[in-house]
T-cell receptor, first 115, second 114 residues
Framework: KQEVTQIPAALSVPEGENLVLNCSFT??????LQWFRQDPGKGLTSLLL?????REQTSGRLNASLDKSSGRSTLYIAASQPGDSATYLC??????????????FGKGTLLTVNP | KAGVTQTPRYLIKTRGQQVTLSCSPI?????VSWYQQTPGQGLQFLFE???????NKGNFPGRFSGRQFSNSRSEMNVSTLELGDSALYLC?????????????FGAGTRLSVL
């Protein structure tokens, strides 16, 4: 059974700081890994998706890396802004039987960026 | 292009009642998945539907069921509601048949069971 862990559970940083969020998973047989952002009371917004064959993906100030062999992914946020304050969720996708797709989520990291 | 739409956004029910939640996927997306989010358990997979068939199911009791219609819209039903069913229910859709398999989520339905 896949288990996903995110560390730290909460993080508070001053504006402008670079930061790293960590995600670890127990089963390396993954299909892909997605990082999401969730604002309070809202749904999930997909930030980055890394296919199992890839090592990293970049979008603007965000960079996500994947090391399948060690069961780890990191989300790097450069020059953080107050608008980045949200909960960041890591989700690992499995595809069993060729068509059964399922995401297993971590509990998330609550990020607060202080002006 | 419209995103994933979930209705209603908020629901208040009492124990023992049943509830039906609705999800309209992004146009062209044939896969719809449902997730439950609670403070204690986080986000947990409920089930996935594709072409009106349930393809995958999470570890939830039989009180949780769903269906998908020919236009890919999906409904989720919870019967005999319990206090512990209070949660944010999220629906997600994705395009199948190649590509990145990104799941796009709706804003969710917040269910409160009193």
């Amino acid at each position: 059974k896949q288990e996903v862990t995110q560390i730290p559970a909460a993080l508070s940083v001053p504006e402008g700081e670079n930061l790293v969020l960590n995600c670890s998973f127990t089963d390396s047989a993954i299909y892909n890994l997605q990082w999401f952002r969730q604002d309070p009371g809202k749904g999930l917004t997909s930030l980055l998706l890394i296919q199992s064959s890839q090592r990293e993906q970049t979008s603007g100030r965000l960079n996500a890396s994947l090391d399948k062999s060690s069961g780890r992914s990191t989300l790097y946020i450069a020059a953080s802004q107050p608008g980045d304050s949200a909960t960041y969720l890591c989700a690992v996708a499995s595809l069993s039987g060729g068509s059964n797709y399922k995401l297993t989520f971590g509990k998330g990291t609550l990020l607060t960026v202080n002006p | 292009k419209a995103g994933v739409t979930q209705t209603p956004r908020y629901l208040i029910k009492t124990r023992g009642q049943q509830v039906t939640l609705s999800c309209s996927p992004i146009s062209g997306h044939r896969s719809v998945s449902w997730y439950q989010q609670t403070p204690g358990q986080g986000l947990q997979f409920l089930f996935e539907y594709f072409s009106e068939t349930q393809r995958n199911k999470g570890n939830f009791p039989g009180r949780f069921s769903g269906r998908q219609f020919s236009n890919s819209r999906s409904e989720m039903n919870v019967s005999t509601l319990e206090l512990g069913d209070s949660a944010l229910y999220l629906c997600a859709s994705r395009r199948t048949g190649g590509g990145k398999n990104i799941q796009y989520f709706g804003a969710g339905t917040r269910l409160s069971v009193l």
